[in-house]
């Protein structure tokens, strides 16, 4: 596992840096979106994530000897020192200066608008690139799907278990912070638990039940162990046989004055054993013991379950969150947007695509999201430096057909928030329990129909009327 | 991004700890198997990889003041400590006893077959699981992976371009790693170029072109600071007038006595491109000049592309190599399989599923590969404590039908390899190149219709017959 480092990067950022260098256009003053096309899991929403480590990793760029010895050792295929010597002293005094506009952590996105507005020399902005790429995309796929996977869950609690089979040790680690801004409960990965104070949670695994002669033998001693912590996975041989040994335990427990925690399910008909399983704790007097239900689950699974009339009270969900299974990349991209003419205004840039649609955005954008009655009614991409008021509509750049106008005088905020100034924090590190509870209060205001599993509802964000005409006149001037 | 911790692990693990301590069983000496139960990708074969992580992460195991301190303050629902001061206390003296027998990095794997052995007191065994599931699951699948899409490209050179989609800063510096023993020639990931010793490549991006007012005075720039170094990205306005100005930037390079190296196409027909764009730089007197391309590659979609008869002379995979798209969790699981009595013999253990062939396989397993006229053959998985010789007959334990009797007298080798006795090295860490050279040798050996993309030829793995009746029995005394 590593450090920040300046160069978690591709190469041709390094190599364009010293091209920008050499070509006495390092300082161009440039703007950069990173924004994502198409909403992850065919669902009705993103919850941005990852911010926080990404100004991070922005505080902490420095090349230091070890960088520069390594990239003043690498050459062309001519044998050719790959960079000058100059342009490596210039890099060992870099600072980033870039302004960082974000989309707050936990705070709901949609497709094209931007994640993160990024302003400042167009060295410093493509150097930033990748990592920031590497690092939101990741954490705002988790956190959706965290999201997606806690709304199939309704109020139940869903724990992240995921670490063992996630794409490498941070890997797991970033998922278990998303998935906690996404809505879980816990998580067992205890490192998360450790740095970023997410409730840790567990039960214990078949091998504890398998290192003794018996099942009751091996639950009475976890329950010697834990009398206060003690969730008893039931299915290492006999799943019924498990729950008459859980409950023998929990009347032992009882006798000492604690009380069993729940018991796990892992394996077979999770809807079937688990009323088979709530029966028979019922019965025995133990209405408040939970039953705790895992084996390869996802939002739709869950769904499913819950339809079937399983009596699950708690999901725990490993490889399908972590690794976003039917998903595993959400597709961010970073996209030059603006460049700062010597007059002081900005011009726009675009990036051409067979589609209009891939086509990129020009300017230098904001979203401004507006609300009635205490839910969503839309999200309007705009330009900075055009005004916006009065009645406001929103076109969608998929489909310029759907357009949607929004009453002058409707509530908004606007949803990118200054992050960083010439590279110097704008606020301090938040609580991570603060993204989660803007989660929250995000998906609250939300129609329903936005956050079903299949073909949710669309919600209305697009380009704002002028932005729209102007980047349809920008594509005509290619043509 | 984080450094090793023995908090890379799920709270179970630790409670379980708790529990053995309690239970004075933590001394219990047992062996574990980290193996999968499926080839990913529904391929014909799998290449090990993360062992050297793996070790270091063993290596650096120590509970600190720090993490000790953390557990010290976690709570039971009752509000009593969840670990007890005198187990905390035994938890700061602990240095993993392991002994590590291993499939070497690079190596062929097969479902069933044990990735790592892991024997040593159960209480160690345990608190090394999660981290090493977590490296070695998705190192080995990143590595397979890679082998299957440089399958696909033939000779042709693979270049990994997927940090900035990774799950993750590790995800991609472990995709790196594992994609370049798996058989990538480069990777555009600096970091892993740096700490690996791994060819790094790159070209430029749109945005170098979209920040000059246009195309050819971007490419004349770019050619000027990088004369030996330039591949250029001719899709940002329109591909084939992007082909025409590259040819007149290698015109000017080799009046200045450079090569252009190549032109990247990142989006289109890239079939078609690649032809259009081969003619043009073969009329113009450049045929040296490389055709590379990108775009949401994978090993079915290059496959296709040469069939196509696309012109490309390298690949550059990112998402789909990294995130292994289709597949991305091994789904590695890590089974108690045997415990030492107090005579010392061995006594299996099993872990009984509803369906036989996702039961566990018992004993202290070895991996004996069988080898004819230079072609593998077949691989037994064996019981170190049984002996084995003469013929010996392979039973595919997901369906017993199918058996393969190896002649005597054929040539083999025993696959793991000791790594760790009582928590020491065995060997010094190798160079990755060894490794990568592994998988090249070994991928040789194997059939082609073992390697063939889909519905490949199943290689004779099984159990070795004396196993597999040890096996029965015991999965018959359970009913």
Same mark, same amino acid.
């Given at each position: ?32 979106? =990173? ?9 009705g929403y ?27 050792? =690498? ?35 949609f ?331 995000? =998906? ?6 936005i956050?079903? =599993?299949?073909?949710?509802h669309s919600y209305p964000a ?18």
């Open positions: 596992m590593i450090t920040n480092s300046p160069l978690q990067t591709d190469l041709y950022q390094l190599t364009m840096a010293a091209a920008y260098w050499q070509a006495a256009t390092a300082e161009q003053e440039s703007v950069f979106h =990173l924004f994502f096309r198409r909403l992850p899991f065919k669902g993103a919850i941005a994530a990852g911010l926080e480590p990404a100004l991070e990793w922005l505080e902490s760029f420095r090349f230091g000897t070890a960088e520069l010895d390594y990239l003043a050792g =690498l050459k062309t295929k001519a044998a050719t020192p790959l960079f000058k010597e100059e342009f490596l002293g210039y890099l060992g005094d870099l600072r980033l200066k870039l302004d960082i506009d974000a989309v707050p952590e936990g705070e709901l996105v497709a094209h608008e931007p994640v993160l507005r990024v302003q400042g020399p167009i060295l410093h902005a493509q150097l930033a690139e990748t990592a920031l790429l590497n690092i939101l995309n990741f954490q705002t796929l988790v956190a959706t799907k965290a999201a997606r996977v806690c709304h199939a869950a309704a109020r139940s609690p869903v724990v992240e278990f995921g670490y063992r089979r996630a794409q490498g040790p941070d890997g797991g680690y970033s998922a278990s912070r998303a998935a906690w801004i996404g809505g879980c409960t816990g998580t067992s990965n205890v490192l998360a638990g450790q740095r970023f104070g997410i409730p840790v949670l567990g039960t214990h695994a078949h091998s504890w039940v398998m290192s003794f002669d018996d099942e009751l033998e091996a639950f009475e001693r976890y329950a010697e162990a834990m009398p206060d912590n003690s969730t008893l996975l039931v299915d290492t041989y006999d799943t019924l046989k498990g729950v008459d040994h859980a409950i023998t335990v929990a009347r032992k427990l009882r006798e000492k004055g604690h009380e069993l925690n729940g018991i796990r399910l892992d394996s077979g008909d999770l809807a079937w054993l688990s009323q088979q399983a709530r029966a028979k704790l019922d019965a025995a007097g133990f209405p408040d013991v939970k039953v705790v239900a895992s084996n390869d689950l996802d939002e739709h699974i869950i769904e499913s379950l819950r339809h079937q009339g399983a009596r699950i009270d708690t999901w725990g969900v490993g490889t399908n969150l972590v690794t976003a299974a039917d998903q595993p990349a959400l597709g961010g991209v970073y996209k030059l947007a603006a460049l700062r003419k010597a007059d002081g205004s900005w011009q726009p840039r675009i990036k051409l695509s067979e589609q209009t649609a891939k086509s990129s955005i020009p300017g230098r954008l904001q979203v401004r999201r507006f609300e009635s009655e205490g839910m969503l009614v839309g999200d309007a991409i705009y330009d900075v430096d055009r005004s916006i008021s009065g009645e406001v509509e929103i076109v969608d750049p998929s489909d310029p057909i759907r357009r949607k106008k929004i009453a002058a005088g409707t509530v908004y905020k606007d949803v990118l928030q200054p992050a960083m100034k010439a590279g110097a924090r704008v606020f301090a590190p938040e609580p991570l329990a603060a993204a989660r509870e803007r989660c929250q209060a995000a =998906l609250a205001k939300l129609h329903p129909g956050l079903r =599993l299949a073909n949710p697009g380009l704002e009327q002028g932005l729209y005409q102007e980047r349809e006149r920008l594509l005509a001037s290619f043509r």
